[in-house]
Each structure stands twice: as structure tokens, then as C-alpha cells.
């Protein structure tokens, strides 16, 4: 069945780039997503990208999808001690019905 | 406010002893979804609902129902409660049934605890 996987640690150094990587195997997903959790809280949708882009760009974050090896990753520029939270990767296929998650990459940002 | 509303927020339950945990949402959204997460597995679906009185099996839906009599509430039951359905626990709901750049709005949780 379809899957999603991502690394399930992160420490990056304030001021640093953060990127976060999250493999697929639903070759028919159509919206892949970001969320973000902080803790004690509901996922947050934190930014998307549709299968037929290669990179989105929203302020701090930057998002690329490689199609051919099904492969998205989520870049945070000056990463801030805020932005420690677990980041999900979803995606979403053409029917719509289910979102398939990662088990979730928590970052940590050292001060 | 956009929400998706939870309750409660924390249970603490024994086994066997029937127990419902609400989900409303006020965004008029079609579809909805419960989710369970547990540490290293990510989110798990349970169950979906395409719409009032339409809904389906997720991944993981053994040990609960549940229902879509109206458009914003859908509640998860857990008849007989074990255990291993200790977790915490999301309602999730979003415009439309097909994938969008809306993705999902979640309610904030309920941890459940079945000793």
C-alpha cells in the first residue's frame, strides 16, 4: 500500500537551514503537504505543493519535489528556536479520501 | 472562528466501559476524518466521512464506529475500550472530498488512556 517516510530526528544550530526530507510511493498523489505540530497542539498546514510543480517558495520555506524519485523536502531558512515542532509530510492522491502521513521528523534548534 | 472542536481534551477510561469523544467542525467542510498517533508511527486514519451519513474504513478501524447524522459533528465510539487503544487522538476535516491546496484543519486532541 501507499507509504510515507521521513528521518525521525533533526538538530540544527539557530540562524541555521533546516531541511527536512520525506520519501512517497503513491505515484498518483496529487497535493503533497507539510504540517506542523508544536506541542500539546493539533497538525498545522504549514505550506503544499502540487504534483506538477518542482519547488514552492513561502517566505522562510522552501519546498521541493523530485517526481522521478518521488522525494519532497522542506527547506526553513534562518531557522528560529520557534520552529521546533515535529514536521509532517502528507500526501493526498487523486481520489482525495485519504491522507497518507510520515511518522513525523521532530527538529530541534539549539539556541 | 475556523475550528475543528474536540472534547475532552484528556480521558482517562478503564477497559470495556463505552466512551464517545465529540468532533465538531463550523466550516460547513464536507468531509472529515479521525486519526489516532502514536509515538514512531505517525498518524494512523481510522475512519472518513465524504459527507452526511457516508462514511468508511481507514487503516486502523478495529475497535471503533462511527457516525455523520449532520454535516459538522462526527463522533468516534469506542464500544469496549482496550487497552491498546491508548493514544492520542485527532479529528481532522477539510473542503471537499478530493485533494486540495486546503489540505486538513485539525482539532487540538484527546489523549485517551485505557488502564
Known amino acids: 500500500g501507499e507509504d510515507v517516510e521521513q528521518s525521525l530526528f533533526l538538530s540544527v544550530r539557530e540562524g541555521d537551514s533546516s531541511v527536512i526530507n520525506c520519501t512517497y510511493t503513491?505515484?498518483?498523489?496529487?497535493?503533497l503537504y507539510w504540517y506542523k505540530q508544536e506541542p500539546g497542539a493539533g497538525l498545522q498546514l504549514l505550506t503544499y505543493?502540487?504534483?506538477?510543480?518542482d519547488m514552492k517558495q513561502d517566505q522562510r520555506l522552501t519546498v521541493l519535489l523530485n517526481k522521478k524519485d518521488k522525494h519532497l523536502s522542506l527547506r526553513i531558512a534562518d531557522t528560529q528556536t520557534g520552529d521546533s515542532a515535529i514536521y509532517f509530510c502528507?500526501?493526498?492522491?487523486?481520489?482525495?479520501?485519504?491522507?497518507?502521513f510520515g511518522a513525523g521528523t521532530r527538529l530541534f534548534v539549539k539556541a | 472562528e475556523a475550528q475543528v472542536t474536540q472534547n475532552p481534551r484528556y480521558l482517562i477510561t478503564v477497559t470495556g466501559k463505552k466512551l464517545t469523544v465529540t468532533c465538531s467542525q463550523n466550516m460547513n467542510h464536507e468531509y472529515m476524518s479521525w486519526y489516532r498517533q502514536d509515538p514512531g508511527l505517525g498518524l494512523r486514519q481510522i475512519y472518513y466521512?465524504?459527507?452526511?451519513?457516508?462514511?468508511d474504513k481507514g487503516d486502523v478501524p478495529e475497535g471503533y464506529k462511527v457516525s455523520r447524522k449532520e454535516k459538522r459533528n462526527f463522533p468516534l465510539i469506542l464500544e469496549s475500550p482496550s487497552p491498546n487503544q491508548t493514544s492520542l487522538y485527532f479529528c481532522?476535516?477539510?473542503?471537499?472530498?478530493?485533494?486540495?491546496?486546503?489540505?486538513?484543519?485539525f482539532g487540538s486532541g484527546t489523549r485517551l488512556t485505557v488502564v
Open positions: 505543493i502540487f504534483s506538477n510543480m
Open positions: 503513491d505515484s498518483s498523489s496529487t497535493y
Open positions: 466521512s465524504m459527507n452526511v451519513e457516508v462514511t
Open positions: 502528507a500526501e493526498r492522491g487523486t481520489g482525495g479520501f485519504k491522507t497518507i
Open positions: 481532522a476535516s477539510s473542503l471537499g472530498t478530493g485533494a486540495s491546496s486546503h489540505g486538513y484543519t
